[in-house]
């Protein structure tokens, strides 16, 4: 069965520093995609970066990148110049290219310091 | 991306009535996915509905507590019933336009109080 770790429950930095959390999963698939979303106190849920297993170009959105290990089965984002509205809480999620059902990790409160 | 409008926001509910969600796609959509978020967790799949068919239901939901609604293609219901204390959490509804690809929307989630 497929799973997703996020080991961190919670993570500060300083405003304009670079944040790092990690993702690990657990798989047999070879064809997959990996995500990064990010839930705000208002509750919505907003995707942030996506990775195709396919695909060893690490993604990047602006400020977001995803240093993704294949082999390591590791997916960590990386958050630069960190504002205050990056301040949530942030899932891993694991879905395979062949259903539409997502495996979720347990979150990591990011807390931004002014 | 798909927008999707979920209805109510929140509310607070007596144990023992029933509380229907809707969620409203502006596209056509294959799969719908309601989740159950409980306080400072994760997201727990409750049931994949599919325009005209029953909604398959993950291990511990059933249909008689959640029944799911799916009318067509922009449309669907997840209703909460016997409501409880425990039901208390947040349920979002979410869509795939494209298997994977695309990601995932999600609507604003409700915020359901038993008391």
């Known amino acids: 069965a497929q799973t997703v770790t996020q080991s961190q429950p919670e993570m500060s930095v300083q405003e304009a520093e670079t944040v790092t959390l990690s993702c690990t999963y657990d798989?047999?698939?070879?064809?997959?995609?990996l995500f990064w979303y990010k839930q705000p106190p208002s509750r919505q849920m907003i995707l942030v970066i996506r990775?195709?297993?396919?695909k060893q170009q690490n993604a990047t959105e602006n400020r977001f990148s995803v240093n993704f290990q294949k082999a390591a089965k590791s997916f960590s984002l990386k958050i630069s110049d960190s504002q205050l509205g990056d301040a949530a809480m942030y899932f891993c999620a694991w879905g395979a290219d062949s259903n539409y059902q997502l495996i979720w990790g347990a979150g990591t409160k990011l807390i931004i310091k002014p | 991306s798909a927008v999707i409008s979920q209805k109510p926001s929140r509310d607070i509910c007596q144990r023992g009535t029933s509380l229907t969600i809707q969620c409203q796609v502006d596209s056509q959509v294959t799969m719908m996915f309601w989740y159950r978020q409980q306080p400072g967790q994760s997201l727990t799949l409750i049931a994949t509905?599919?325009?005209?068919?029953?909604?398959?239901?993950e291990s511990g939901f059933v249909i008689d507590k959640f029944p799911i609604s799916r009318p067509n293609l922009t449309f669907s219901t997840l209703t909460v019933s016997n409501m409880s204390p425990e039901d208390s959490s947040i349920y979002l509804c979410s869509v795939a336009l494209i298997q994977g690809a695309g990601g995932y929307t999600f609507g604003s989630g409700t915020r359901l109080t038993v008391v």
């Open positions: 509905a599919n325009q005209g068919s029953e909604a398959t239901y």
């Open positions: 990775q195709e297993a396919y």
């Open positions: 798989t047999s698939e070879s064809d997959y995609y």
